[in-house]
Structures are given as C-alpha cells and as structure tokens.
C-alpha cells in the first residue's frame, strides 16, 4: 500500500465525513419545515390520550421548544454519538426500532443484489460466448426489457404464479425463505439491467484487445479467458454502478417489502409519514444517507485494488491523480 494510496484514502474519508454531516442537516431543515404540525397530529390527538402537562414535558425533553438553530446543534451532537432520540409516537428509542427492522431489510437488498449480479453475468457472459443470432440479439434487449417493469410488478406477478398458483410459499408467511427469494427476485431484476448494460459494454472493449487475442489463440476456454482475463479489467465501471444503485436497491427495498408484506424499514417509514415522527423519519433518512455514501467510499477505495492500471499521484507530484483507463465508463480515481 503506497504512500500516494493512503493519501488519497485519507482524502476520502474526510470528505464522506463531510457529506455525511451535510445530508443530516439537510434532512433535518426539510423535515422540520414540512408542512402540518406534527404536535397537534400525535400528542394532541384524543386517542392518545396525553395530558397539556404531559405534552409539555414531552416537547421539551424532544427540544421542541428551542430556536432551531439549538435544535439541529443538538441532534447532530446525538447522532454523532449514536443517540437517534425517542419516538413522538411510541416514546420508544428510535435506534431500538429501526433495529428491529433493520435485518429483515438489510437480508432483502443483500439477496436483491446477489439477484441482480448473478444475473447480470449470466446475460453479459452470453452475450460474449453464445451465437450472435442469441447472445448479440436476444441477451442484449433483455437489460433495456428489465429496465421498463417496475420491480412492484414483478413482484405481484410473482406472488400471483408462484404464490397462489404454485403454492411455493404462503403469502401470510412473508419471511420464509422462499418468500424471501421471490422478494429479493423481484428487486434484482431491475437493478440487473444496469449492471449488465456497463458490463457488456465494457466486454465488448476488453475482447477486442489484444491480449484477449493472444489468448484465443492459445486455445484457452471460454469460461478460463472470461473468468481469468476479462471479468476483472471489465469490473471497474461495474462496481461504479453497483455504488450508485444503493440508493435504488434500498429505496426499490422498501416497495418490494410492501408488495410482499415483509416488516422492514418500509412499514417504519411508512407509518412515520402517516403521523409524523419526525425523529424516526429523521434517522431513518440519515441512515440511508450514510449508507450510500460508506458503499460510495469503498467503490472509490476499491478502485486502484481492482485495476494496477489506476495510478494514483501524490500531493505536490502533479495536479491530479489520474485512472489510465481506456474502458467506456471507467472511472476515474482523482485526489480532491
């Protein structure tokens, strides 16, 4: 690990650290002027029966009744330390509820993305190895056809065929295995059509280059000269769009728990809109936030591990640090 490397990880990581600070105060200034008024929604509401008394002291142990300023200082100091605040809703701690939830969303976007990388090998290897009248017709229309179904009509014909009419899983049972997989199906679809759209194109590149020649001629299989020469130098971009389609993977997450009635972080936020819990809402979006910029960070780190071609400069050696790249899509890798 170079001097140059560990420079530009640094870098990095101080800037993450900076996004991550700036994306809490942005949600906390969005959620805190949308409209309505979540007092008089929850605490106020009959049904709860709370007390003025009580409502008082639950405004001002929330903080409710500081200038705005004192309030975002304060939830950032919190969320800094790990402490999410407490329910207005359940009075419960919001980091117990999202972790209760967590898992079973975590477990779906995790099985979601192994859908969608398994299939978008098996399309991008076809399109490489099967004959031109499939592999560079058929294989290649399927990325732009998965692309135009939204991963919530997957899923209901999904649950329709293999739920009802087949009977592999019930639908009142929403966490089994099978349930799981049709779920995480359903989710990877979508996502596979991107990244088997960058992969193949990169492919494309990498096959024509001359080393990928030389090694046809040296009669190596198409399943060797794929795995050992191709796949590697053609995954930079890939991992590029793996990084940017978090935020989709999590967000189609909460659509495909929905459609499957699986208790994730789908139904907490859903039920935080409908009354307002703004700290929930609060930390359930700042989670998403630094989630997506984490996965971002290490696609950035991984970048010269995955390719000796990245060549990073170190500060004073030249302007930039520079990817020596010829892949279409390929990033690059800069100090800031």
Do not use: C
Not at 28 to 36: A, D, K, R, T, Y
Not at 268 to 295: C, E, G, K, N, Y
């Amino acid at each position: 690990m170079t001097k140059a490397y560990l420079n530009f990880a640094v870098k990095r990581l101080i800037q993450a650290a900076i996004v991550i600070l700036l994306a809490y105060v942005f949600t906390f200034v969005v959620v805190s002027i949308l409209p309505g008024d979540p007092i008089t929604n929850v605490l106020r509401d009959p049904q709860n029966g709370f007390t003025e008394e009580e409502i008082a002291q639950i405004i001002a142990a929330q903080g409710l009744d500081r200038p705005i300023l004192v309030q975002l200082w304060t939830s950032l100091s919190s969320f800094l330390v790990g402490d999410l605040g407490l329910s207005m809703r359940s009075s419960r701690p919001v980091a117990t509820l999202i972790a209760e939830v967590l898992p079973s969303t975590l477990i779906l976007a995790s099985a979601g993305l192994a859908v969608a990388l398994v299939l978008a090998l098996v399309i991008a290897y076809g399109t490489q190895f099967l004959p031109k009248r499939y592999g560079q017709g058929l294989l290649r229309a399927f990325p732009s056809l998965f692309l135009s179904v939204p991963n919530f009509v997957i899923g209901l014909v999904l649950i329709h065929l293999f739920g009802f009419q087949l009977g592999l899983f019930r639908v009142i049972e929403p966490d089994s295995v099978w349930a799981t997989l049709f779920a995480a199906v359903a989710l990877g679809i979508p996502i596979s059509a991107q990244i088997a759209e960058v992969l193949i194109a990169a492919l494309d590149h990498e096959s024509g280059q001359e080393y990928a020649a030389v090694a046809r001629a040296r009669g190596l299989g198409q399943a060797r000269l794929f795995a050992t020469h191709l796949l590697k130098p053609a995954s930079l971009p890939v991992v590029t769009v793996i990084a940017l389609t978090i935020g989709e993977l999590l967000g189609g997450s909460l659509i495909t728990e929905t459609v499957f009635g699986r208790t994730g972080i789908g139904s907490l936020v859903q039920r935080s809109v409908v009354t307002q819990d703004l700290p929930v809402l609060q930390a359930v979006v700042s989670l998403a936030a630094v989630i997506f910029v984490l996965v971002n960070l290490i696609a950035d780190l991984t970048y010269p591990l995955l390719d000796p071609r990245v060549k990073l400069v170190a500060p004073g050696e030249g302007r930039t640090a520079t990817a020596a790249l010829d892949a279409p899509g390929a990033p690059q890798a800069v100090t800031p």
